[in-house]
């Protein structure tokens, strides 16, 4: 994984002006093989989701189980710090009460004291024809207001089609769709549910959806990270 620090400050403006921001090469390319590789590795689950029986889409996904492996570990605790500090602002902002402890682990504590005791990174599998529909990551009371996906697969070389597409819906408007360029090993950064955005008359808050339009061609494999633990 790429060593530097990330900026909170970049990540923040991003997120205010386009709704979203990406982290350049966040996993290497041997490791983005290596984790879409172990797809089918035994024990390292704890579900699998076969997205076309709950209307989710088309394709499949597995959530990983504790203990998780130690990338996916280091990369959600590195990850979640500046988050925690976007995430508090936001939710002064738009009067919500939720507010984030500096580390991971501290949030996970008050996750596993509500009840909210299992692990929600996952990885999901799309193949030609595969699409994610347009939804929110919502697993219980308490909701980390940011969330991270993690492109393992090269496009145009492994798969084509297969973009990932974020929506926003603000108050009285027509929703409005952006497609995230993503590559190899990049990450981008959203909002779970909802994010805060300026007004003319204060601030106010934009419903988001995410999802995936359909691949084209080949397969396409992305690591998702999930803040908060799952009921
Ligand atoms: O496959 C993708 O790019 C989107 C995955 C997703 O819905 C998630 O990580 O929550
Ligand atoms: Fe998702």
Not at 1 to 23: F, K, P
Not at 65 to 94: C, F, Q, T, V
Not at 147 to 176: I, W
Request: with cysteine; aromatic share 10%.
């Amino acid at each position: 994984m790429n060593s530097g620090r990330i900026s909170g400050t970049e990540i923040a403006h991003s997120l205010d002006q386009n709704g979203y921001a990406v982290l350049k090469g966040v996993i290497s390319q041997s490791d983005c093989r290596a984790l879409a590789g172990e797809y089918n590795a035994q024990d390292i689950y704890r579900s699998r989701v076969v997205m076309s029986r709950h209307g989710f889409g088309q394709g499949e996904y597995k959530y990983y189980d504790y203990p998780l492996p130690d990338l996916i570990a280091s990369l959600r605790a590195r990850l979640y710090e500046p988050l925690a500090e976007i995430g508090n602002k936001w939710n002064a902002l738009m009067n919500m009460d939720q507010r984030f402890p500096p580390t991971h682990q501290q949030y996970l504590d008050l996750c596993h004291a509500a009840g909210q005791t299992k692990a929600t990174p996952l990885l999901l599998k799309y193949g030609a024809g595969d699409y994610n529909c347009l939804h929110q990551d919502v697993y219980g009371e308490l909701l980390f207001p940011l969330q991270v996906a993690c492109l393992l697969s090269k496009p145009g070389q492994d798969f084509t089609g297969g973009e990932f597409v974020l929506t926003e819906q603000r108050p009285r408007m027509q929703s409005r769709a952006v497609v995230v360029p993503l590559d190899q090993g990049d990450a981008v950064v959203f909002p779970v549910r909802n994010r805060p955005k300026q007004g003319t008359r204060g601030t106010y808050r934009v419903n988001m959806r995410h999802g995936v339009s359909e691949v084209r061609s080949g397969h396409r494999h992305t690591l998702g990270i999930i803040f908060h633990d799952a009921q």
